[in-house]
């Protein structure tokens, strides 16, 4: 996995609790490009408004190795036993909820996918990185689906002391958001609630990228109407 995989795996499990998100009312989460699915898993578990029996989470990834690793490691939460690919964190308590994993590509997402609509569509850390040409295709697949909340973490242009982050995966660009990048971005069908996460740059000289950890933000967006 991409060495920044590991960092801080229950950073969206304290932003969905913060988001103010009327958590009970939702019954369908699809993560999007979440890899093994843990981010997502540990988020589920240690929420009890989501840690339902009527709750079901579908993770997509495009990496067939991601998503294999992925069902194994949900098979060893759900039986509370540990797995290399927890990287030390523990689950809160044990799933309720249901959990499957799929591969595919974000920007040609099946329709059982979207819809029903997902009451909650993760993007964390995922539009980021993905290249522009793409874009379109992955921002047509949400209106289609309709979600009511997009939780969205990216990198932070406001926050940064850089105008552009430097590549880790070659041909791969980070991408920088302002807050009017997000609204442009995802358009007036959305709105970014007052629930907004940041983490400042941090000044790292061995970290894998440009000697710093770079700055992020998260958000929630509700759908308008």
Request: aromatic letters at 10%; charged letters at 25%.
């Amino acid at each position: 996995m991409p060495p920044w995989y590991q960092f801080d795996c229950f950073d969206l499990a304290r932003f969905i609790r913060e988001s103010g998100i009327d958590l009970l009312s939702v019954r369908r989460i699809l993560d999007v490009g979440g890899g093994l699915g843990l981010r997502s898993m540990l988020a589920t578990t240690a929420t009890p408004g989501l840690n339902r029996p009527d709750v079901h989470v579908t993770c997509v990834d495009i990496a067939p190795l991601a998503i294999h690793r992925g069902v194994r490691l949900w098979d060893a939460v759900r039986q509370g036993r540990s797995s290399p690919d927890l990287f030390g964190y523990r689950p809160e308590a044990l799933p309720r909820h249901s959990m499957a994993f799929r591969v595919e590509s974000a920007e040609d997402l099946p329709l059982d996918l979207l819809s029903p609509s997902p009451d909650l569509w993760l993007d964390w850390m995922f539009l980021h990185g993905l290249p522009r040409p793409l874009w379109t295709a992955y921002l047509s697949a949400i209106k289609a689906a309709c979600p009511r909340f997009i939780p969205f973490k990216c990198f932070s242009r406001e926050l940064a002391t850089v105008d552009r982050l430097k590549q880790t995966i070659t041909g791969i660009d980070k991408h920088l958001f302002r807050d009017a990048d997000v609204d442009a971005v995802f358009g007036p069908e959305y709105r970014r609630t007052p629930v907004v996460h940041a983490s400042p740059e941090i000044k790292n000289p061995a970290s894998h990228s440009d000697g710093i950890i770079a700055a992020k933000r998260a958000y929630v967006l509700e759908r308008v109407g």
